[in-house]
């Protein structure tokens, strides 16, 4: 198998495995994902039965994207888009329609793909498109979605979340307000559509999830989804293991150089066998035994059925707020081991993206041309400004733990460099469980929280720091750039969505100096 690979939401520059070769125009032999017999067998069959009715097919394949391909992310669209570095995540390039506009400005925003394909595109609102194949192993998490990525217009300047930024943020205005650096008639807005189609989603319906075959129709078109699901039931492919992503009438459909363009992104977190080399989920990301087609209707007389707006699931959380006091706490006894007074001086909260005024939401931020950076409601969100690491600063993370609070299946503390938005390393919830287990004697429910440590040399500080300390490298963020903390909590438990954001508790910044 030929495979590529890249990176995204955070997206970012692709290193060419074969000796193809690599080049800014493309990769110059064909793709294919080694798929199993019988996928393939169905992928034929498929594509034959549609064929036959009258549609035009087309198959594209599917590309793993790693944080090594920040590189033509940051050169064309200026941003990694604060990608979360847990895992790599997956997408899809497909070859355009004959009349359809391929932008050379962002021709290159998820990395290199092969000649005559496009991990961007438009959509015909007579298209579908359709994913099918082996889900991996197992894992805290799998989701798939689908984004709005660029399209004509401003952004609106009069808007609470552009003042805020400009106002408190400004450093950071650019990532969320931002053109296409190449065709500014064009604004950035990497933005959910809607609600994705993910593990717990997938269970809900069919019963199972990893290592399951399952179907996906992505598209604007009712009549669509129902042509593909006959085509589906004619290979004896069962309903409840068809998953289908209505793209909202909100969006421009057409194949014009003024429509909406959009990508889609696979997230696979965490797989319980560590993924480490020659494991399952390892090789199921060397293989991607999955196949994707671009099916329309060339009936361009019949009118398309569209769906109707969309409605986000309700997100819920168990409510944190009786562990404030405790969390209060733990920051006071950390302060006072490292010589500090607890106070603004020295703590401050983290930025909750989700809640007023940032609301970092894709449908809410497309609505006043706002990035939202590949968003998802799997998870909640919540980020540090800039923080220095030239002057011996040590930073210390205090919050709650949202796998013991019962609102994550996983969490994420990443590590990210500021000026191209790259997320570098991430800290997951197996490290951080009992890092607050010291303070047991003085403060209650310790359990339920974390306490770790970021500085640029951690060598000396493994006794202060009981070891939990990560060594934020020069090769990892050079001097005179910033280091950016982000907080994920993925999947609440018995929910098909990320926790309430309104419900978490803020996590705590403490900065300290070297004692």
Not at 248 to 261: I, M, N, R
Not at 277 to 282: E, F, H, I, R, V
Not at 357 to 376: A, R, S, W, Y
Not at 377 to 402: C, F, K, M, R, W
């Amino acid at each position: 198998m030929a495979t590529i690979t890249g990176f995204l939401p955070g997206l970012c520059i692709v290193a060419c495995l074969l000796a193809a070769g690599c080049s800014e125009v493309g990769i110059s032999e064909g793709p294919h994902n080694n798929v199993p017999e019988a996928i393939e067998v169905q992928a034929q069959r498929l594509s034959a039965d549609l064929e036959q009715q009258g549609y035009e097919v087309n198959r594209g394949y599917f590309k793993l994207l790693t944080t090594e391909d920040a590189d033509y992310s940051y050169r064309t669209m200026g941003s990694c888009y604060g990608n979360n570095p847990a895992a790599p995540y997956v997408v899809f390039a497909v070859p355009p329609w004959p009349e359809e506009f391929v932008d050379p400005a962002t021709k290159l925003a998820l990395g290199l793909t092969y000649e005559g394909y496009d991990t961007l595109f438009r959509l015909d609102p007579r298209e579908a498109i359709v994913i099918f194949g082996q889900l991996p192993p197992d894992a805290s998490y799998f989701g798939m979605q689908t984004y709005l990525f660029s399209r004509e217009g401003t952004f609106d300047t009069g808007s609470a979340q552009y003042i805020f930024f400009a106002t408190y943020y400004p450093a950071f205005l650019s990532f969320f307000f931002a053109t296409v650096p190449d065709n500014p008639a064009r604004i950035q807005v990497f933005n959910s559509l809607g609600n994705s189609n993910n593990n717990a989603v997938i269970v809900n319906q069919s019963g199972a999830a990893f290592d399951q075959e399952r179907f996906f129709i992505i598209t604007p078109d009712q009549f669509m989804n129902d042509a593909i699901r006959q085509s589906l039931a004619g290979i004896s492919v069962a309903d409840e293991n068809i998953f289908t992503e209505p793209i909202p009438p909100t969006v421009l459909t057409g194949l014009d150089e003024h429509a909406d363009d959009f990508a889609a992104l696979i997230r696979y977190a965490e797989p319980l066998d560590q993924g480490t080399d020659g494991t399952p989920s390892a090789l199921w990301r060397q293989d991607l035994p999955l196949v994707v087609l671009r099916v329309r209707d060339t009936r361009t007389e019949r009118t398309p059925v569209p769906y109707e707006p969309l409605v986000l699931e309700t997100r819920t959380a168990t409510d944190e707020s009786w562990l404030t006091d405790d969390l209060n706490n733990l920051v006071a006894e950390i302060c006072t081991k490292w010589g500090l007074t607890s106070g603004p001086d020295c703590v401050s909260d983290f930025l909750s993206m989700q809640t007023w005024p940032v609301l970092m939401v894709g449908p809410i931020g497309t609505e006043i041309g706002m990035n939202c950076l590949g968003d998802t409601q799997d998870t909640s969100y919540h980020g540090t400004p800039n923080l220095s690491l030239d002057n011996g600063e040590i930073y210390a993370v205090v919050s709650t733990l949202g796998t013991e609070t019962d609102n994550a299946s996983y969490v994420g503390l990443s590590v990210n460099e500021s000026l191209k938005m790259k997320g570098i390393a991430n800290i997951s919830s197996k490290t951080l469980t009992g890092t607050a287990a010291e303070y047991g004697p003085t403060v209650n429910n310790t359990d339920k929280f974390y306490v770790y440590y970021f500085a640029r040399d951690c060598s000396d500080l493994q006794i202060i720091t009981s070891g939990h300390c990560f060594t934020v490298t020069e090769e990892m963020i050079p001097p005179g750039d910033y280091l950016k903390l982000a907080q994920r909590n993925y999947l609440r438990p018995g929910t098909q969505r990320g926790p309430d954001s309104s419900l978490i508790l803020t996590p705590k910044l403490i900065k300290l100096k070297r004692p």
